[in-house]
């Protein structure tokens, strides 16, 4: 069964890549795409010193100032602290993160037509649309390396 991989960069803007992962995952339920319809998110770190020294600091800082709090009171008053304080919220991606966002449409021979209306419609879609979409087919050059970095990524 042939693929087509759509590429799209979103650059530095993960609003716009989550508000595209939550409209394939929409697609995905409503018009019952479970596995011709895969996708996957790709983070890379860009290396900007500037940003990541600014990032560390901060983060030492945080964790200097819990155990002050705890040693003014008990160690009872402290695990019972521990336990009741809500956990730290998951660190969110750091902003000089490039996202990508590979998209494979797997439709078998027979669906050529919404295979078509798919790979057209998909790039026209409001948070594909600023993302510089790339459509890679299985004729073109990029393809295997595009399907080999698909298949590496979690």
Request: no cysteine; net charge positive; aromatic share 8%.
């Amino acid at each position: 069964m042939p693929h087509i991989y759509l590429l799209f960069d979103f650059a530095k803007d993960e609003e716009k890549a989550q508000q595209a992962r939550h409209k394939l995952e929409g697609w995905k339920q409503a018009f019952r795409l479970d596995k011709k319809l895969l996708y996957k998110v790709e983070r890379t770190p860009v290396a900007d010193p500037a940003s990541t020294d600014g990032d560390a600091k901060p983060a030492k800082v945080e964790k200097s100032e819990k155990p002050e709090k705890a040693k003014g009171k008990s160690k009872a008053a402290a695990k019972t602290e521990a336990k009741t304080e809500a956990p730290p919220p998951a660190p969110s991606p750091a902003p000089s993160e490039d996202i990508k966002l590979l998209v494979r449409l797997a439709f078998s021979g027979h669906e050529k037509l919404s295979e078509q209306r798919w790979v057209l419609r998909i790039p026209t879609e409001e948070p594909f649309h600023g993302a510089s979409p790339k459509v890679v087919k299985g004729g073109d050059a990029a393809f295997e390396a595009t399907e080999k970095q698909f298949e590496e990524l979690a």
